[in-house]
């Protein structure tokens, strides 16, 4: 693939110049770069694919967020979409099948970076805000979720659905999901969609704004303020545009509602997913006469059955381990489930799914069950891996992790 490299436009206004710079691959603008006075924005532009994100997408965020890392002159970063319906939808599905069945050692690369760029934007010294204003999810939360701000809409649609595709949730969301315990637990294993009510009250989004102009002011003051120089001043204006989490309606928050039913079913302290699992069948027979209760916790069992039973045991563990770890270890583990788990057939057979939910007749998961996945198989992911330079290690000097064998 011959890279086209960066060509510049330069707008000129008598105030606030805006320069626009674009990252072009295969004759696609993957990338789009904007800086005006201090404001580096970075746009998501792989639009026919809802910004689902390929290898040299994340190599070219990764290359922009180190340069402006180090750049005296950009005081803001802000991460956004070219597209009307989504921030970024996670990872390109098709290529992820494709890396694991003929290229595993492409597919932990790609991870790799995935992982290494979220780690740059957890650790960012800079502001940082990511605009989620549509979809999210998989590999998108990975750069709006490690963002010091992150601001939605009522456009916003979270989720974390891989164990739907023989995956697990990743790009250091085990770190973030597990500080919610019982709630990170229920959205991780069930891979429920988040409408921006419920991610304002679990602190997935940090700030809320409608959509359209009130959003377009206040990106527009974000790029021209005089005044922005810390934290603090960027509060001002998000708190000057934004509402606050009392002043949004709270009835349409799913989290609220069956607060009771996930902070039982999906305890923490439970042993393992069978127990979580358990307790769901005996909720659902004991709200038999109370309908919508009972619709909800059914269609949640309906997701697991459908899930991958062996994503499913490893997304527990991995939750209950990242708790107890800082980001870059939690990382660790992630690098070495997602490059064992990413190249079993089951990831394969979980894609084909959704990407041809007409079929009738679906092959199964390996093993069909989650009483058939033994805890020592669980254990097995979190192993070391046997090529060194396949694991990610924290570099001091270049202050993100990198290939362990690189240092």
Known sequence: MERIEMISQHLKFKENPLIKSY??????????????????????NRTNALNSLVHDMILELKRLLLEYRDDRDVKLVMITSNSEKAFCAGGDLKNFSKLSLENPQGLNQFIRSEYSLDHIIHTYQKPIISVVDGIVMGGGVGLSLHCNYRIVTERSLWAMPENMIGYFPDVGSTHFLSRLKHIGLYLALTGARLKYQDSMLVNIGTHFIPSGQNLHSLLNQLQTSDFINSFDEIDQILNTHCQSKTEIESNQSDILQHGDLISTCF??????????????????????????????????????????????MVCFENLHKAIHLPMELAIIDEIRVGSRIGIREDMRIGIDRVLNKSQQVQKPYNPKHFTEVSNEFVQSFFDPL??????????????YMVSADSI
């Open 23 to 44: 990252y072009l691959c295969n004759d696609n603008t993957l990338v789009i770069s904007e800086y005006r006075n201090g404001c580096r924005v970075i746009m998501l």
């Open 267 to 312: 305890n923490w302290d439970h042993k393992s997913f069978v127990d979580i699992y358990s307790s769901l069948q005996r909720y659902a027979q004991e709200t038999v006469n109370d309908l919508p209760t009972h619709q909800w916790i059914s269609k949640l069992i309906t997701i697991l059955d459908q899930s991958c039973p062996t994503s499913l």
């Open 386 to 399: 046997p090529i060194k330079g396949n694991e990610l290690i924290y570099d001091p000097i270049k202050r």
